[in-house]
């Protein structure tokens, strides 16, 4: 199947931090697409055919899809669960949720609407935690599958410090692990990460586990969390007092490496930021859970400084939104509060083109380059009367880039495309 989706056309190839040539903006642009890949981006009139089906979605914009890379597909019934921080919430609210995706019924219900969530917010692949059941990470793939999305996910590893009906073992851990990336992992469009949930949550025998099996399939992502609230740090370092620091941990046990994810990555020291450097290692700035559960500031200027790259996600369901727009919208206020910047150009780089870059997927996603896959969100700035108010005013692209930014939602999202299919309803 080839079609033309029509519009204003907004793709990145570098980083506006680092220069001025990091993007191609077509006012009567054009995306050519055939079999779910694009073929071809450019003007309209250079790229149009007769007998050539087309979508015309102008005056609105057509960037790369959202990606996530840090998301618990199954905390979408705890987000915005009142009043605690990381270790209370995770206690009262979100394993007792966790408890029930071992029933298969539950989890493939839930998987839907999960995508659905997503999909509906312009977000059109995910990094993903899933729960300790092996049956929560075979539903996720099959949905995901089924709707032809890129999603990246794994079931926790974690053995200790949570409900006895939550717990897995080393070996058990090592073993579900293994079976699911021996089925999933690249498999169409589907990813395996080993996914060890937290060093509080792992024993030294389970860490070791997830070690051996990041060295025996070494294209696997790695999540994990990390330095994200201050008595997380001293609980885990209670529990591993041989180690120098948080980091450390994941060293000591094989988990560093440039396929390596550590969400949160706020309080970190000195060696931590030196040696995640060194292996490659990823931050994950997640910046709607860090306020919610107060957890503290991400320090995006000086870990880039320090050579370290970093993606940006919602962190659902201690993030507050499944928006990658108003992810920004809280990324943009935290960076404000340590003098730093989030100019609009750099926001939208960071939410496709360098999570992308984040995963080492930019071949596939996060661009509009020919041959890589046709996920595409359109955005519209006039989505409700304020927004449509403020635009009255909008003079440049990076006006109205940061009014989407800052005033938009799901609403703002007038379409997205997963593999060059429409997954939002259209008007009739």
Known sequence: MRQLIRGRVLDFHADPTETEDSHRFFEDGAILIEDGIIRAVGDYTALREDGLAEIDHRPNLILPGFIDPHIHFPQVQVIASWGAQLLDWLNHYTFPAEAEYGDPA????????????????????????????????????????????????GKVMMDRNARDDLHDTAQSGYDDSKALIERWHGRGRQRYAISPRFA?????????????????????????????????????????????????????????????????????????????????????FCPTSNLFL????????GLRAAGITAGIATDVGGGTSYSMLQTLNEGYKILQLLGQKL????????ATRGNAITLGMEDRIGTLAPGSDADLVVLDARATPAMALRMERAETLAEELFILQIMGDDRAVAQTYVAGKPMKPTAV
């Open 294 to 301: 107060g957890s503290g500031l991400f320090d995006a200027a």
């Open 200 to 284: 509080i949550t792992s024993t030294p025998e389970q860490l070791s586990a997830a070690g051996t099996l990041a060295a025996e399939h070494s294209d696997c992502l790695i999540q994990t969390h990390m330095s994200e609230n201050c008595d997380e740090i001293a609980y885990t370092l209670s529990l591993y007092p041989e180690a120098r620091d948080y980091l450390d941990i994941y060293d000591t046990h094989g988990l560093l490496s440039s396929r390596t994810l550590l969400g949160h990555s706020i309080h970190l020291e000195p060696r931590e930021i030196a040696r995640m450097a060194e292996t490659g290692s990823r931050a994950v």
């Open 106 to 153: 539950h989890a493939q219900a839930m998987a839907g609407r999960f995508l659905d969530l997503l999909t509906a917010h312009g977000t059109t692949s995910a990094v993903a935690f899933c729960s300790v059941h092996a049956e929560s990470a075979e539903a996720l793939f099959s949905a995901a599958e089924a709707k032809g999305m890129a999603m990246i996910a």
């Open 343 to 350: 100019t609009p150009l750099a926001a939208f780089h960071w």
